[in-house]
């Protein structure tokens, strides 16, 4: 059984630099099958797509958020990781990692983590 | 200000049907036939409900249905129940981008 697990820091200060983990079991995050995204959700608010990781290392952005995100995986630890640098309180928002579908024109977004709440305060 | 537009919420009564829209433009909805629904339920993670505009994924109730006219698709979900209580997200693949974007999302409350 597929399950995806964030972790990250939880509070964090303006300016700082994001780093999340996504670490999944019951799949492999070579699968040519599938793509790993990050999703974002603030407060009460709807979903942003951040960006994802593919096989052999191809990853896409988010156009508005692909100039302070850097998205990566350790194959060898199936994890997959997500770095926002300068981050503000707009940036507060319960962060996703999802397994999305390759190969639908949709894209679908078909297992989720639990998400982990990010907070920026000073 | 969302890319997709969907009504902030709607409401019916057990055993009723309603139907869910969500707008595009000619980038997304209209040109592709590439949209997802999900369902979330307060403090949970989304769950797909709907893909590629009229697909269910193995496991969802085929209470739930999906369908897409010009620029705006629809959920349709008949035989409500207690438990379909929850926020609907849309979202589609854009050209715009070359990635999915989501609509704002809308709160059913089963009356």
């Known amino acids: 059984q597929l399950q995806l697990q964030e972790s990250g820091p939880g509070l964090m200060k303006p300016s700082q630099t994001l780093s999340l983990t996504c670490t999944v079991s019951g799949g492999s995050i070579s699968s040519t099958t599938y793509y790993w995204s990050w999703i974002r959700q603030h407060p009460g608010k709807g979903l942003e797509w951040i960006a994802y990781f593919y096989y052999g290392g191809y990853t896409h952005y988010n156009p508005s958020l692909k100039s302070r995100v850097t998205i990566s995986a350790d194959t060898s630890k199936n994890q997959v990781f997500l770095k926002v640098n300068s981050m503000t309180a707009a940036d507060t928002a319960v962060y996703y990692c999802?397994?999305?579908?390759?190969?639908?024109?949709?894209?679908?977004?078909?297992?989720w983590g639990q998400g982990t709440l990010v907070t920026v305060s000073s | 200000q969302s890319a997709l537009t969907q009504p902030a919420s709607v409401s019916a009564s057990p055993g009723q049907s309603i139907t869910i829209s969500c707008t595009g433009t000619?980038?997304?909805?209209?040109?592709?036939?590439?949209v997802s629904w999900y369902q979330q339920h307060p403090g949970k993670a989304p769950t797909l409900m709907i893909y590629d505009v009229t697909k269910r994924p193995s496991g969802v109730s085929n209470r739930f249905s999906g369908s897409k006219s010009g620029n705006t698709a629809s959920l349709t979900i008949s035989g409500l129940q207690a438990e379909d209580e929850s926020d609907y997200y849309c979202s589609s693949y854009t050209s715009t981008t070359t990635s999915v974007i989501f609509g704002g999302g809308t709160k059913l409350t089963v009356l």
């Open positions: 999802a397994r999305q579908i390759h190969g639908s024109g949709s894209y679908p977004f078909d297992h």
């Open positions: 000619n980038s997304d909805i209209g040109n592709y036939n590439y």
